[in-house]
């Protein structure tokens, strides 16, 4: 698992995310407050954060986040999510051979907030690591899902003289916390 | 060749944005392709992918019937169509039964292909490509110029420009402003929008799936925030399994952009919520505009094998120079120019067919293993057989399909050059035919032809017997090549013999369409080189080699003349070039090189047909080290030089920059010499080289090796 971790993690900062490791969800979850706060998501316009919903919040109440960082929303709007600053969701799978993100993405607010929002912080179980895209299509079925979302690294685009600039219309940064103690049921 | 055309040309050409651009591009993107690919079998990838796209092709109909059953049954309506014109009415009465006033388009060539945009404004619509490339294309009321890259023709202060004229003024030329200020302006279009258009990169028929490949995000915002998502899909686009989906998205970024994968890749197989919850209409139009008239054709078929990863233009030594637009308003490139014929009218080809230059360097490196060029002369072949030769081509060949004619008037050229020869060289010729030693020298036509110096050497007899087929530029021009691969052979003990009848090996006809004359050619050669007992019929040209080898067969093939391949195969099997042979020799112990020798450094320069036809490149620089030389290698060693044939006569304007690029490599290692296995390329090399006044000297690796033999 370790290994899958690391290649996982060599492809996904070779294409400008950011990766994180913690043992336990409560780290996780801390290291996502802190995030929020340092990043100065508060309620004031243009300052929020929208957060999908998704298991790893299972046993968390929303009141207490909302306590620590004022500025989250759980009940995702486009409006909300078109002005937020952070989008945080949570992901199905994730594959190792080319540092991609992999999330069944029928629920429409989960796509919002992480198209709009310029920074993206998305969450994902250690043991959801596969080596490739193979894998994941076995478990994340196109014959069953009605949109499956591949995500490797933040918006990018070459289309002026070939340079690299990160951000066009999507999130400029994408924050990936991976997380081991963190059994996920879903798909 | 029009006028507009040729002058399209030449607007590219003395665009130095462009081709610095377009230059640098095509250095950096071998590098990033070969680094993508690592850890990763090319071969048995597209091998996986031409096995999924051929058999799909096969299969369209059946594929196009389950794709629409399999959408349909996951909410989406799917209209198939064959008719351009029908898809952009089909959108149109879409947009206006909804009250549709504002679209979002991502990238899609299918409406490009179908001027959609165009029809879309006509009726009011507002319409907007979100694609960042794309979307300066269209402030800029241009086309795309790259598949991938839509506006790769623009420099930074040209989009800002445009930027500054169309949308707000001031705008700087800094690259990551300029893609803010893009975000800025088009995220309240993809907020207010009705309906988004995308494309399709595949279409999984057995589950209605559609993939949608980008790195911008604005596909997944085009999908997600207006209530109407419309996909167009060209039906090469169809596959019939999920499981086909992986060696297309293992080849299409690493292919298309040096990426593993993209930012985003999303499968959507039918109806998905809105953001206000309700259902949102997917409608996802099939459409074939003659792409079944290609599954037809037993040739053509194999171009629906088509990933649209446009690596075929980013190498090549053509499309660097010119950029897409002089190839037309939507496919551009190799590929470009085949889909053009197709999807539009095979004259609309009849002058960009003109630009392949045949060196093949796409062939190798295609995920679809497309043969581009061969398809390329298949369409030459087709407007030929359409329009007819031109007066001029047609006197030419009447000329090269009789030997003697032929041969007698090049022994004439070496009298009549006279006033234009200085030492062994052309420099200077006048009037229209100014375009052919403006950029190098010509060879003068020797005042012996190899076929008469070589009744004057006195050979080994009673052993092993190979005959020698030269080549007219070999024959007439560099008689001096010919003659020291005849040395060497002897050193072997072999007897070159030299069939007098042979003539033109048909490639000049056939390189411009003239298949006929190309047969005749063939058939005349085939008699003459089998007339007698040999092991091997050896030839120092790489061109020749590939035209007894490979060429007479495909020609025979193409006009359905079966009654002559059993010898053309014959031949095939016994034809070799100089190199191989000479290693084959010298690896068997029937040749050994003097020893101690330190013959300084060289060079080696990789024709075209000798590469990537032969696959012989190792060979001669094996020869050239064992012969006692340091061998430097040249930057791009494998890239044309440029002379290809006729092509160099037609456009003069192409070749001459191709060949610049090509001394510079050159001269940049520090060799004295630089060595190459074709008389064309020595031709064209020699030529520049004397024309720069550098005092590299250009020879063929026979003429080099001719006194390295014990």
Known sequence: MSTQFEAFKTRAEAVSAEVHRFTGK???????????????VSDAPQCGAVWA??????????????????????????????????????????????????????????????????????????????????????????????????????????????????????????????VDDFEQVTA | MTTQFKESIETALHNPNLTGALGRFSEAYRISRAKAYEGIDFEAVRDQIVEIKASASSNFEVLASEFKASAEARGARVFRTSDPAEVKQYILALAKEKGVQRVVKSKSMASEEIHLNAAFEKAGIEVD?????????QLAHQT???????????????????????????????????????????????????????????????????????????????????????????????????????????????????????????????????????????????????????????????????????????????????????????????????????FDELKKSEDIQGLCIQCGSCVPLCPGKIDIPRLILELRRRLVVENGQSLAMKAIFGVVNNRRLFHSMLRMASVTQKPFK?????????????????????????????????????????????AFYSGCLIDFCYPEMGESLVKILNKAGIEVIFPDEQTCCGAPARYSGAYEVAAQNARDNIKALLATEVTHVVSACPTCT???????????????????????????????????????????????FKEGEDLGKVTYHDSCHLKRTQHASDEPRELLKQAGHELTEMYECDTCCGMAGSYSLKLPQLSAPILERKLKHIKDTGASKVIMDCPGCVMQIRGGLDKDGSPIQAEHTAERLADRFK
């Open chain 2, 144 to 342: 795309p110029s790259h598949m991938v890259m839509p506006a790769i023709h623009m420099t930074k202060e040209e989009v800002a420009e445009v930027f500054s004229q169309e949308v707000e003024e001031g705008q700087a030329p800094d690259i990551p402003k300029l893609v803010k200020f893009a975000r800025a302006k088009l995220r309240p279009k993809f907020l207010q929008a009705d309906m988004g258009i995308t494309g399709a990169n595949i279409a999984v028929a057995e589950t209605g799936s559609l993939v949608i490949v980008t790195n911008e995000g604005n596909a997944r915002l085009v999908t997600t925030l207006p209530r109407i998502h419309v996909a167009i899909v060209g039906i090469e686009k169809l596959v019939a399994q999920v499981k086909d989906i992986l060696p297309i998205l293992t080849a299409l970024p690493r292919s298309a952009t040096g990426q593993l994968l993209t930012s985003y890749v999303s499968i959507i197989s039918g109806q998905v919520p809105n953001t206000d919850g309700s259902p949102k209409e997917l409608h996802i139009i099939l459409m074939d505009n003659h792409r079944s008239d290609m599954v037809k054709d037993p040739m053509f078929k194999e171009a629906l094998q088509c990933i649209r990863c446009a690596t075929c233009l980013n190498v090549c030594p053509v499309f660097r120079l010119v950029g897409g637009h002089v190839f037309g308003k939507t496919y551009t490139g190799g590929i470009g120019t085949i889909l053009t014929a197709w």
């Open chain 1, 26 to 40: 409560a780290e996780a979850l801390a290291f996502v407050l802190e995030f929020l706060k340092e990043t100065g």
């Open chain 1, 53 to 178: 919903a998704g298991s790893f919040l299972d046993g968390t109440e929303s009141r207490d986040l909302k306590a620590k960082v004022p500025g989250i929303t759980f009940d995702v709007t486009r409006k909300d999510s078109a002005a937020a600053r952070v989008g945080i969701s949570q992901m199905d799978w994730a594959i190792a051979g080319t540092g991609t993100l992999v999330q069944d993405a029928v629920v429409v607010e989960k796509r919002l907030v992480s198209t709009l929002p310029p920074i993206h912080v998305a969450v994902v179980g250690t043991s959801r690591i596969l080596a490739d895209m193979g894998a994941v299509l076995e478990r994340l079925r196109p014959e069953q899902i009605n949109y499956v979302s591949f995500i490797t690294g933040p918006s990018r685009t070459a289309d002026i003289e070939r340079v690299l600039t990160i951000g066009v219309h999507g999130p400029e940064r994408l924050i990936i916390v991976v």
């Open chain 2, 546 to 592: 590939v035209a007894l080898k490979h060429d007479f067969l495909d020609t025979f093939k193409s006009l359905g003349a079966t009654d002559a391949m059993a010898e053309a195969e014959r031949l095939s099997a016994k034809t070799i070039d100089f190199s191989t042979l000479v290693k084959q020799l010298v690896d068997a112990g029937r040749l050994t």
């Open chain 2, 129 to 137: 490509e979100t694609d960042l490339g794309e979307w300066i294309v």
């Open chain 2, 422 to 466: 200085q030492g062994r060289f052309i420099r200077h010729l006048p009037l229209f035919l100014s375009d052919m030693t403006d950029f190098r020298s010509l060879p003068a036509v020797a005042a012996v032809p190899l076929r008469d110096a070589i009744q004057k050497i006195s050979q080994p007899k009673g052993g092993e017997k190979i």
